[in-house]
């Protein structure tokens, strides 16, 4: 079963390509240009370099939110064309169930953190169960740091591209409780997207392509101001 998975949650974007358990070719990127200008041109080069075409992939699997609300859409639009052209289902997979995946066998528990600008990160907390995999202990949410700290009280592994600007933060509330993964664990990458997609979309679930919104946890800035506007209107 081929599964092309695909992130656009952060600024960090990637896409990767799975057949079976088998990595076929993943491409990530953190940089200046603007995810819709690289998101397709990246999905087709995953595709070129593993000698694979759009018509042989047996389904789709997109990281669906939390993150950026632009980087969201654009990744929804993308898989909703190829889904659209290609007949085939589209998995949606949580940005933060992904993201942890990186430190799958920890010992300790595990708070992937993304920045959600405005003072907050976008979390949830999580442990290793062994055979059963990662067990969500605690609900996504949208939270100052401080008070998700307030709520851990036993050894913890962050990551995420939010540790950058809380790391020392959590050092200092936390102490010798915070443990940081190394930096290549902190982005999300396209082939464990895929390999969580595969799971779902075995089991027959995936996305309702005409009605689904990507997992944003919170209102965007344009729709505060459109309530703020209408308040403030006579």
């Not at 992939?57 to 654009?74: E, K, Q």
């Not at 920045?115 to 949208?142: N, S």
């Not at 459109?226 to 403030?232: H, L, M, S, V």
């Amino acid at each position: 079963m081929r599964i092309l998975g695909i992130d656009t949650s952060t600024q960090c974007g990637s896409v990767g390509l799975i057949e079976g358990e088998q990595i076929l070719c993943e491409y990530s990127l953190k940089g200046k240009v603007s995810h819709s200008k690289r998101a397709l041109k990246t999905i087709d080069r995953v595709l070129e370099d593993s000698g694979v075409s759009i018509g042989q992939i047996d389904g789709f699997a997109l990281s669906i939110g939390p993150g950026s609300f632009t980087g969201l859409r654009i990744g929804a639009s993308a898989v909703k064309g190829l889904a659209f052209a290609t007949g085939k289902h589209v998995a949606g997979v949580s940005t933060l169930d992904a993201l942890a995946q990186n430190v799958r066998y920890s010992p300790y528990l595990i708070c992937p953190l993304l920045d959600a600008r405005k003072g907050e990160v976008y979390a949830a907390l999580y442990r290793d169960t062994g055979k059963r995999g990662l067990t969500k202990l605690a609900p996504e949410m949208a939270i100052k740091p401080v008070d998700l700290l307030g709520r851990i009280d036993e050894k913890a592994l962050f990551l995420g591209n939010g540790v950058y600007p809380y790391g020392d933060l959590i050092r200092r509330k936390l102490g010798d409780l915070a443990q940081m993964a190394p930096s290549p664990f902190n982005f999300v990458h396209g082939a464990v997207v895929a390999q969580l997609g595969k799971q779902n979309l075995e089991k027959g679930e995936y996305l309702d392509l005409e009605g689904f919104t990507p997992q944003y946890l919170r209102r965007s800035d344009a729709e505060l101001k459109w309530e703020e506007k209408i308040r403030k209107s006579p």
